[in-house]
């Protein structure tokens, strides 16, 4: 079996980050995947694996960001533009999700409730290694993990609600599978990574600061096949992995900006 894709590899850092629900209960963390075993040297241990939840908003939000400062009128997250008594919900510059008579880019890209998005982002579940080596039969990404327990309320020095919270720290990746998008499209997004800020909640306290160190575009063939090995047939995984380089990243403006100035001009006008 043979697949070809194209994909944007992103590897970023934070100092903090807590991508978990917005919820006070007190199960509230991160999400976990499980206990995944692994050896240091004859040693075998094992540790929990979690989800990095909400990398597919950051990069959403970010897109939206770049619309708004480009002055692109593009689809928000909310499929209502207002409440009964005509009080406006989106802000200026947006309009409902899936409003638009012509698919605006954020909705080619990412769709909406109805329709499905053209892209696929995914990361590998990080853990918490402390051993300097270690093997591992599974991809993973190495960060440090902490938790702790908070306080929201409480009454004569008791807690009467109280919750968990998990964040991590360090090095990590993800990737966005862009293979059903055309260059203009592709374009787009990979200017949409300058605009990540933060993952999760937290950021006025000071959590969930990204900062995006290198991306790049990536043609894969991935080629899968059944080795015979005693009595059962082992599956086989091979990617053959080619850099693509895109010419004049900001020629998407020609087709998807009917503005006369340029989006860093605006920006600098909004500082």
């Not at 194209?6 to 199960?27: D, E, G, Y």
């Not at 200026?92 to 954020?106: K, M, Q, R, S």
Request: glycine residues 6%; charged residues 30%.
């Amino acid at each position: 079996m043979e697949k070809n894709k194209k994909r944007i590899v992103v590897r970023a850092f934070t100092p903090i980050a807590k991508p978990l629900n917005h919820s006070v209960q007190k199960t509230s963390t991160m999400l976990l995947l499980g206990y995944l075993p692994y050896k240091n040297g004859e040693k075998e241990h094992s540790t929990k694996a979690y989800f990095i939840k909400g990398v597919r908003g950051m990069l959403r939000h970010a897109a939206m960001s770049m619309a708004r400062v480009c002055r692109i009128e593009v689809c928000h997250t909310s499929e209502k533009d207002q409440l009964k008594d005509g009080t406006m919900v989106i802000p200026v510059g947006f309009h409902a999700l899936g409003a638009c008579e012509t698919p605006c880019i954020i909705r080619r890209i990412f769709g909406t409730f109805r329709e499905e998005s053209r892209i696929i982002v995914k990361s590998d579940p990080i853990v918490s290694i402390k051993h300097n080596s270690f093997e591992v039969g599974v991809p993973v990404q190495n960060v440090h993990i902490s938790s702790e327990y908070r306080i929201a309320k409480a009454f004569d020095g008791t807690p009467i609600q109280d919750f968990r919270q998990a964040y991590f720290a360090g090095y990590f990746n993800f990737q966005i599978d862009v293979t059903q998008l055309d260059d203009d499209e592709i374009k787009f997004l990979l200017e949409t990574l300058l605009y990540i800020e933060t993952l999760g909640s937290g950021k006025n306290s000071g959590y969930g600061h990204i900062k995006v160190l290198d991306v790049e575009l990536q043609e894969v063939t991935i080629r899968k096949k059944l080795v015979a090995n005693g009595e059962k047939y082992e599956v086989q995984d091979e990617e053959d992995v080619t850099p693509i380089i895109l010419n004049n990243i900001e020629d998407w403006r020609k087709k998807y900006l009917y503005i006369k100035t340029e989006c860093e001009a605006d920006k600098k006008n909004e500082i």
